[in-house]
């Protein structure tokens, strides 16, 4: 443990100039922010609870409020709300994990291994993302199409095939922000747990990975989210089966607005709300290994 | 002898990992190659005797925690943009889907119309008994029968059949009826079987039992690749973009794709409707990833610091909270901030008490848009710096602290920089990002308002990408994915130059 | 040594794990019929069907599909043989899905021609060539709130009147909500005004003349500045109509896919035609909806069979129409109690005989970013009518051409 955070844990009670100072205006930023971020949400809140779902109407308490909505979404064989939300939490945790996993692996050769190659694959993972992804879903729906003949299991349908193709672009930025990270461990100390006879393997799982721990819940955190949203890709390979059942939320859901003129944004909005509670619920239980970062580690190696 | 140690459960599964690549690869490749899928045949051999490779050698340590991701990057990531690429040269889009042959196909099998109003005769599907060629057994309505083949007609004298109650052929010399589920046993063959009637004229399946006599207006010849309009004459040869024309400029459809050079970024350079307005949607578009990029790196990195105190009880539900815009789709959250901005009823200008043209004015919209990815992107940002955070060595700090620097000097010379330093890569990738950021701009704007000054094509908040898309998916005969590649090519080259340049400049590299 | 000759024994003994759980499925047989809907008409299929799936054996599998990406993934995916057998879908996608070869003509054969309300039949044909079998009809119509106008406006006049009366009462905040920059909504008001997008010759849609600054419409344009100016039509209106759901305004243009809402919103409404400029009928686009049969479909001739027995009867139009409220496309269907007595439908329908099928061509969608820009200028104040529609009118031309 550091000596500044011993210190204030030592303080048994503050002063309320010293809790303004300190603590105080961290609170009103919070809350300004909070209020910022959450003002759009309460305009979706209230469409979804207008039986209209008018999400222009911006009126607080709707004309004609009531739970149509919520029910649209809950009870219709069409729509399986919760078989969505099933899948799309189950995928979405594979997925974090898994590019978790494949950037960690990379970025600890890329931060600690000089080997032939390595700054054009640096360059490459930066650049190559770079490429507008709208078109890229033409090329991989003519991929699954060819896998499809040979290989139908692992093709339209499969969330495994859909994991696998995400995994694709776990070298991407999650890559870079990995690596930055890694960058910061010093490498004094896997020199010296070298010295001791550690493997590469020890050295990554013992020592590199406990300490980037922060950023590793960050990355879990990120692709999570962006899996949970992801819906051109989901789509061409979750919608072409056809089953409802095999859809996602961010692709089921869009069912409801993608009519020509009739677009259904209350059951949407109500349906959108509540898919961000599985992200609330992820990032709380990981913050306990975003804040026991490097100096918790650090006392341990 | 094998001896069992604390690692062996570790070997154990690399092999029974490998063995699986490997026993995939073996059964999938025969399979792909049999359906003429040779560079992903070619990609699954590769991509398993690299891993093969690395992982059965003592030295490749590296190459053990990156190949994997490597391999799959090239296979989504690399791939896929490389496609788009193809795709820039070819004539891909509506009407050039096809390829040639299943396009001649099509235009063939679609110029069969109906012989007369009143065409349809019953029928029945049947076997030769001698040649076992399929044929269908007709019954004009003069009471005349008919057996169609695929090379000739021939009447079937009346006394070779018999008649069922319904008058319909029960059975008939020489011929073997089919059953109704023989029928859709071999319904795709038989769909599409067109037989000799005689006069130049076809019989086509409509239905069990229902054949249809039909002309076919055009005709094929594969040798002299031309198509001729039976009825008119008119004889259609191929163009270089891929369609059937004729002398006069009739145009069949559907064409087929075909490569056509650097027509598309030719379209793109000389089209003036895309050159016009080009300067100033670049340069808003520099300024609007610059802004976006600025604003919310800084709000998310001062949020992050504020709230990253030991004794702030509440931060992780703070944290939690501040995170939702990011967890929200876009298609919702755009939607309802154009509500929010309405002229009128939205609430922003009933808070402010104005009547601001929020998404009307140039300038309002383009402040409109950048206040929404200051929402949308803060979280981000925050995420990335909490992270980050927790990386600076407080060692550094506190001897600052001692030194007697004030907090603002510690934030500016110190926290700052040393954030910058290891986020510097994502700064530059997050630009890159928003540089084609289409749905930040289309789902709120849509680009507009237009600016009617260089033709009203492009809008005061399109950026490149969005504005490119528009006239791409709208020109044409409907989406033209050959001249949208092209697009993403020229825009892609762009920001990756840029940032290249920019990453070199910033000596990342040198340190990386 | 002994680790390679694990590996190798290891590989010999998943191959046999992995083969057994990748089997490739059998093909699906033929006596069946897919069918891609999106999902507000999929239980209507499904259920209208079921009869007849029954008493043939033939099996009607219904998927739901994204309204936005279907005509676009036929085109792509059919060619794939990913694609259905049938796909149900408005009649302009018929230009688009012809001309890349994804469609199978219906021939006369086929269905009673006949026995359709001939319109419907021609919006699906596209050069001459029948590309689907019709089952109902759609068009905006004007709505009123009787709250705010006890009659319907028989004449444009009287419509401003009404709203002048009202904008001077501050019982209205707009006279004639239609969302903004959204030219299909505006069609009525347009077509009344003189304008219009293709001229139409004898083998359908001239591509060459573009109407959207006709000589009439130019001489008239400064009337829809004036509808801005006095605010009869809103700059902030959009889809969600929140004026005229919150009793603010008198009118709005809109179709059946709102008749749910109105209904449940509680407001006093009828539907009536959106009324004449000066003497110029306010004609609507049409849009037919309908089965339309796929190249690549698998089964076409179970497919082609389904479209004769099941879409082109009385009883299938009728039962999509207590569904999907909307006007049948048989004649006979139309002729039906059950629609007949819908006072809504025949509002609708009445409104409708007046209008003018959507164009299915393909060029079609060259216009409507042009056209809408031209709509959002003029509601903004950023140019006049003329201005911005001849400028429209300019770009579309060189688009098209």
């Keep these: 443990m550091t000596t500044i955070e011993q210190v204030i844990v030592k303080e048994k009670r503050m002063t309320t100039s010293r809790w303004l100072r300190v603590l105080g205006w961290r609170h009103l930023v919070a809350i300004f922010s909070i209020s910022f971020a959450l003002f759009p949400l309460v305009w979706m809140a209230s469409a979804s609870f207008d039986q209209l779902g008018l999400v222009s109407a911006q009126k607080l308490i709707p004309d004609n409020i009531g739970l149509d909505n919520y029910r649209k979404i809950f009870n219709n064989p069409e729509a399986p709300y919760f078989i969505w939300y099933r899948n799309a939490v189950v995928i979405s945790l594979a997925n974090a994990l898994l590019q ?28 190559v993302q770079m490429f507008p992804q709208l078109l890229s879903v033409t090329a991989l729906f003519v991929l699954l199409a060819e896998i499809n003949q040979s290989i139908p299991t692992l093709s339209f349908g499969s969330p495994l095939a859909l994991i696998i193709i995400f995994a694709g672009g776990a070298l991407g930025v999650n890559a870079w922000i990995l690596k930055g990270f890694f960058d910061t461990i010093p490498t004094e100390i896997d020199e010296s747990a070298k010295v001791d006879g550690a493997s590469h393997a020890q050295i990554f799982f013992k020592i590199i990975l406990p300490l980037a721990l922060p950023a590793l819940a960050v990355i879990v955190l990120l692709s999570f989210i962006g899996t949970m949203n992801e819906f051109v890709l989901t789509s061409v390979i979750m919608g072409v089966t056809g089953d409802p059942n095999d859809l996602t939320l961010a692709v089921g859901l869009q069912r409801f607005i993608d009519g020509q003129y009739d677009q259904q944004w209350g059951p949407f909005a109500a349906g959108a709300l509540l898919a961000a509670i599985p992200v609330m619920l992820l990032f709380l239980f990981l913050q306990k290994y975003v804040v026991s970062g490097l100096t918790a580690g650090a006392t341990k190696g | 002898m094998l001896k069992w140690t604390h690692k062996s459960p570790w070997i154990l599964l690399k092999i029974f990992l490998l063995g699986a690549l490997n026993s995939f690869t073996i059964w999938a490749v025969p399979i792909l190659i049999s359906n003429g899928s040779y560079v992903f045949a070619g990609y699954f051999i590769f991509a398993t005797v690299v891993i093969d490779y690395v992982f059965l050698s003592k030295k490749r340590v590296a190459g053990k925690y990156i190949i994997p991701g490597v391999l799959l990057l090239i296979a989504f990531t690399i791939y896929p943009a490389l496609f788009t690429g193809y795709i820039a040269f070819t004539n ?30 019953p029928a029945r599907v049947a076997t030769d008994n001698l040649t076992g060629e399929y044929v269908f057994i007709v019954q004009r309505p003069t009471g005349e029968i008919t057996v169609a083949r695929k090379e000739s007609s021939a009447t079937l004298p009346r006394s070779d059949v018999t008649l069922a109650e319904d008058g319909t052929i029960d059975s008939a010399i020489g011929f073997k009826l089919l059953s109704e589920d023989e029928i859709f046993a071999v319904s795709d063959v038989l769909s599409e079987l067109s037989l000799q009637a005689g006069n130049d004229e076809f019989f086509k399946l409509v239905d069990i039992g229902i054949v249809e006599r039909l002309i076919k207006t055009l005709e094929y010849d594969a040798e002299k690749d031309i198509i001729t309009n039976t009825q008119t004459g008119e004889i259609y040869r191929p163009n270089d973009r891929g369609s059937m024309v004729s002398d006069s400029g009739e145009e069949l459809e559907p064409g087929w794709q075909s490569t056509v050079g650097l027509y598309n970024f030719q379209r793109v350079i000389e089209d003036e409707r895309y050159r016009a307005p080009m300067v100033q949607v670049l340069t808003w578009t520099f300024i609007f990833a610059f802004l976006v990029v600025l604003t919310t790196f800084f709000a998310g990195f001062l949020l992050a610091l504020t709230l990253n105190h030991p004794k702030l009880k509440a931060k992780r539900i703070y944290r939690s909270i501040l995170i939702v815009p990011y967890a929200m789709p876009g298609v919702l959250s755009m939607l309802t901030w154009r509500g929010m901005y309405n002229e009128d009823n939205g609430i922003i200008n009933r808070i402010i008490g104005s009547e601001l043209p929020w998404l009307s004015d140039p300038t309002l919209a383009k402040a409109a848009v950048l206040i ?43 926290k700052l920089p040393l954030v910058l330093y290891s986020l510097t890569p994502l700064l530059i990738a997050s630009y890159a990002y928003n540089f084609s950021n289409f749905n930040a701009i289309f789902l709120l704007t849509g680009g507009g308002p237009q600016i009617i000054e260089s033709g009203g094509i492009a809008g005061h908040t399109d950026i490149l990408i969005s504005y490119t898309y528009r006239l791409a998916f709208t020109a044409g005969k409907g989406n033209d994915y050959g001249l949208a590649s092209a697009v993403s090519f020229l825009n892609f080259a762009i920001i990756a130059i840029i940032s290249v340049y920019g990453f070199r400049k910033s000596k990342s590299v040198e340190n990386m | 040594m002994t680790r390679k000759r694990l590996g190798v024994l290891s590989a010999i003994a998943t191959a046999a794990l992995v083969m057994t759980g990748l089997t490739v499925p059998s093909q699906a047989s033929t006596k069946s019929v897919l069918i891609w809907t999106d999902q507000q008409r999929s239980t209507g299929v499904r259920d209208a069907s079921a009869a007849w799936a029954k008493s043939t054996g033939i099996t009607v599998t219904v998927v739901v599909k994204d309204f936005g990406k279907m005509r676009d993934d036929l085109i792509t995916a059919g060619p794939k043989g990913l694609g259905p057998d049938i796909v149900v879908g408005p009649h302009d996608w018929v230009g688009q899905l012809a001309a890349s070869g994804a469609l199978q003509p219906i021939t006369s054969a086929q269905i009673n021609r006949a026995a359709f309300v001939e319109s419907t039949i021609k919006a699906f044909q596209y050069k001459g060539t029948l590309y689907g079998v019709p089952y109902n009809v759609e068009n905006v119509a004007l709505f009123v709130n009787k709250k705010l106008s006890p009659t319907a406006p028989a004449t444009f006049a009287e419509l401003e009147a009404t709203w002048a009366k009202l904008k001077a009462a501050g019982t209205a905040n707009v006279g004639l909500e239609i969302p903004k920059g959204d030219p299909y909504h505006h069609t009525p008001v347009f077509t009344a005004l003189g304008g219009y997008v293709f001229g139409q010759g004898p083998t359908g849609w001239r591509v060459n ?37 919150n009793g603010k305004a008198p009118f709005m243009v809109t179709g059946p896919w709102n008749l749910e809402k109105v209904q449940k919103s509680g407001i006093d409404y009828m539907i009536a035609p959106v009324p004449a400029y000066a003497g110029k009928t306010a004609q609507p686009w049409i849009g037919v909806n309908g089965f339309m049969l796929s190249k690549f479909a698998k089964n076409k001739l179970t497919a082609q069979k389904y479209l004769r027995e099941v879409v082109s009867t009385s009883d299938f139009q009728v039962a999509m129409f207590k569904i999907g409220d909307r006007m049948p496309a048989f004649k006979s269907a139309q002729a039906d109690p059950a629609v007949v007595a819908s006072k809504d439908f025949a509002a609708f329908g009445a409104y409708g005989a007046s209008g003018i099928p959507m164009p299915n061509i393909p060029q079609m969608d060259k216009v409507w970013s042009d056209w809408g820009n031209a709509f959002t200028a003029v509601a903004d104040g950023k140019a006049t009518a003329a201005a911005a529609f001849k400028l429209a009118s300019d770009n579309v031309k060189k688009a098209v051409g």
């Design chain 2, 92 to 121: 891909y889009s509506t009407g050039h889907i096809l390829n040639k042959e299943t396009a001649i196909e099509v235009l063939i099998s679609n110029s069969y119309q109906s012989a007369a109003d009143d065409s349809a005769y």
């Design chain 3, 209 to 245: 003349d573009i109407g959207l600054y006709s000589k009439e419409f130019a001489a008239n344009a400064s009337k829809l500045d004036g509808m801005f100016a006095s605010g009869l039509l809103s700059k902030s209106s959009n889809y969600d109509f929140v004026q005229w759901f």
């Design chain 1, 100 to 127: 978790m996993a494949i950037g960690a692996c990379a970025s600890y050769a890329l931060s600690r291994f000089r080997f032939q190659g390595r700054k054009v694959t640096l360059l490459t993972i930066l650049v």
């Design chain 2, 372 to 414: 929404t990815q200051l929402w949308a992107g803060t979280p981000y940002m925050f995420l990335i710096c909490t992270g980050a955070i927790q990386a600076l060595s407080s060692e550094v700090i506190e001897a600052a602290q001692v030194d007697g620097a004030s907090p603002s000097k510690i934030f500016w010379k110190i």
